[in-house]
């Protein structure tokens, strides 16, 4: 069981003793706990062996017995008691954007509303109106969050779902006679959000190789099984399932496999074409021609390519999105070894999880050449943000970290946030104070996408900040983009020289890939930053350069594939260049 399965079981907790009614103070316990074992850096399970649950903060006794029980029992009995009083279906409102525990309590009270269905035929049947809270704006809202959810619903975030493919192609590569696996379809791809995991593999007993892959840990439900491919439902976190396709193909024919289960539809469609045209047929077990069926290519996929002429085209540009028009592929398309820093990142001064040190630590191991540690601003309170005084104090304490450790350049920064009219959230005379500096908008995202871009061109001009974070705002799965106009926020940056990030969280992959394209295209430069909260979440730079190369992105348009002078240069020419503008 791990931190995140624990801090879960006693946030629903407190999201039923509040749907309930219960007093606030005993509800808070519960969410403060979750809070404690999210945050944890250790293991809660050897924490707990250690016999050391009580020592965290915000549990008590009895919240240690509790996770205790969990531990070893897999459940706690108050949970199950609580789900007979309180309809348990009524925790899948929380993923409506601005619907919580009292809100929902509201619907399930004064409506007999207990799930998402019952909630959709409400509203369309006008039954809300008139609740207490829920004037005509905020239906509309909940109208808006339903239709949002249906849209994104079954496919899964590319983090999540890499490191279950990840899981399971270990867990084949053990199945005996298994000589290689490799992943296919839209998480090979790259893309942001993924239906389901494609597997292929060479084995020499199909039928004992799928019979395997069936019975493997966390199997709900067995789809498909035949000798050469089978089709499951993985449990990957409890009421979290993804579907996983096992194809076993033989090794002469795995090149044309995998082209073929690569993708995507529409790429494969464009290059059966080019094959017809020659009199050729190209399907999962070869390119042939259709007279006689001699075999033209089939064991490897530069091999199919090349005999059409074309290039091996990276799986990240296989979406029928130009590639066939381009002359060659790049050879410096952006790849992880080309990334030589990491611009964007939280530490205990915010809402991060370890110190500058740390992090700068982690990074050198990553063989980083610079880091800039960007803690949030004073408004972004939620988060812990800096109020000038504390700025004052943390810069002077990451330049002393930057002196203690070597081998690493160390910047201090600050996610600044974007406030309603585009004024930024510190002074001029602080920002000045600071060698790089980060915008964002967190707050009051409208729906008038005039407004949004003014208020970024206005960030984009001040002569301090440096790039633009998360540009649209959106959390996949949780909350649309925000309206922008990309194309004139990516022609003022290129102007002004501030960079637009790709951030590579995998809740965020924002700029996502078309938008990064379009941005590149304008002469924006693009920087892609982990915005890591603790020293793990550098290892998401991965998804954040795999959206760069589905934009076609090559190393040198990506600012930190730069050399610390060059990154130097880029902030002082901005400032050089916009203090005279201002004379
Ligand atoms: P997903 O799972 O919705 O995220 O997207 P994909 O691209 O992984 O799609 P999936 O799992 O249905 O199929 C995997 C690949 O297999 C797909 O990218 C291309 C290939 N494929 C599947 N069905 C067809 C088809 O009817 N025609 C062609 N040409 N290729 C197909
Ligand atoms: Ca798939
Ligand atoms: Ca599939
Ligand atoms: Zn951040």
């Known amino acids: 069981m791990t931190n995140a399965d624990v801090a879960r079981a006693f946030d629903e907790i407190a999201d039923l003793l509040e749907i309930k009614g219960e007093d606030s103070f005993r509800v808070n316990s519960y969410r403060r706990v979750a809070r404690s074992v999210a945050d944890l850096a250790g293991e809660i399970t050897q924490v707990a062996q250690r016999g050391e649950l009580a020592t965290l903060a915000g549990v008590g006794k009895a919240s240690a017995e509790k996770i205790q029980e969990l531990l070893t029992t897999g459940r706690i009995v108050l949970r199950e008691e609580l789900a007979r009083e309180v309809p348990i279906s009524l925790l899948e409102l929380r993923n409506i954007p601005g619907l919580g525990p009292k809100k929902i309590a509201v619907l399930w009270k004064e409506r007999g509303i207990t799930s998402l269905d019952d909630l ?13 809270g829920f004037a005509e704006k905020s239906i509309q809202y909940i109208r808006d969050g339903l239709e949002f959810l249906a849209r994104v619903a079954g496919r899964t975030r590319l983090g999540v779902a890499w490191q279950v493919a990840e899981l399971c192609r270990e867990n084949v590569k053990q199945i005996p006679g298994v000589s290689r696996v490799e992943h296919a379809g839209s998480l090979r791809r790259g893309q942001e959000t993924v239906g389901d995991l494609d597997l292929l593999c060479v084995g020499t007993d199909g039928a004992a190789v799928i019979d395997a892959f069936t019975t493997q840990p966390g199997v709900t439900r067995v789809l498909a099984k035949g000798d050469t491919k089978g089709s499951v439902l993985l449990e990957y976190r409890s009421g979290r399932e993804i579907q996983v396709d096992l194809r076993v193909v033989p090794s002469a024919s795995f090149g044309a496999a995998w082209q073929y289960f690569t993708g995507s539809k529409a790429h494969n ?21 259709v007279e006689g069926g001699k075999v033209i290519a089939a064991e490897t996929e530069p091999d199919i390519y090349a005999a059409l002429g074309l290039p091996c085209f990276p799986p990240e540009l296989r979406e029928d999105r130009g590639e066939f028009e381009l002359q060659k592929i790049p050879k410096d398309l952006l790849t992880l070894k080309h990334i030589r820093g990491d611009l964007h990142m939280h530490t205990t001064a915010s809402d991060g999880h370890n110190s500058a040190e740390e992090m700068a630590l982690a990074a050198k191991a990553l063989g980083y050449e610079y880091i800039c540690v960007t803690d949030h601003s004073q408004s972004s309170a939620i988060a812990n943000g800096l109020k000038p005084d504390r700025l004052k104090q943390h810069i002077e304490d990451v330049r002393r970290v930057a002196k203690r450790v070597s081998g690493i350049t160390i910047w201090i920064g600050a996610e600044v946030d974007i406030l309603g009219d585009g004024q930024l959230d510190y002074g001029d005379e602080l920002l000045a104070e600071l060698d790089w500096v980060v915008a964002s908008v967190h707050t009051g995202q409208g729906k008038d996408i005039d407004k949004n871009t003014a208020r970024t061109l206005a960030a984009i001009r001040n002569p301090y900040v440096n790039v633009i974070a998360h540009p649209t705002g959106r959390l996949i799965n949780r909350r649309d983009a925000m309206q922008l106009d990309i194309e004139t926020i990516a022609l003022e940056a290129a102007a002004t020289g501030t960079a ?48 760069a190369r589905r934009a076609g992105l090559r190393a040198g348009a990506v600012l930190n594939t730069h050399s610390a002078e060059d990154i130097r240069a880029f902030v002082a020419a901005k400032r050089s260049k916009l203090a005279q503008r201002k004379r």
């Open 120 to 132: 959709k035929q409400a509203i369309a049947d006008g039954k809300l109106a008139g609740l207490k």
């Open 269 to 289: 469609v464009r290059l059966r074409e080019m094959a017809q045209q020659r009199g050729w047929t190209l399907n999962e077990y070869a390119l042939s021609e």
């Open 500 to 547: 637009l990030e790709i951030n590579a969280s995998t809740y965020r992959l924002d700029l996502k890939d078309q938008h990064a394209r379009l941005a590149h295209q304008r002469g924006a430069r693009i920087c892609i930053d982990c915005d890591a909260h603790s020293t793990d979440q550098f290892d998401q730079m991965r998804f954040g350069v795999v959206t």
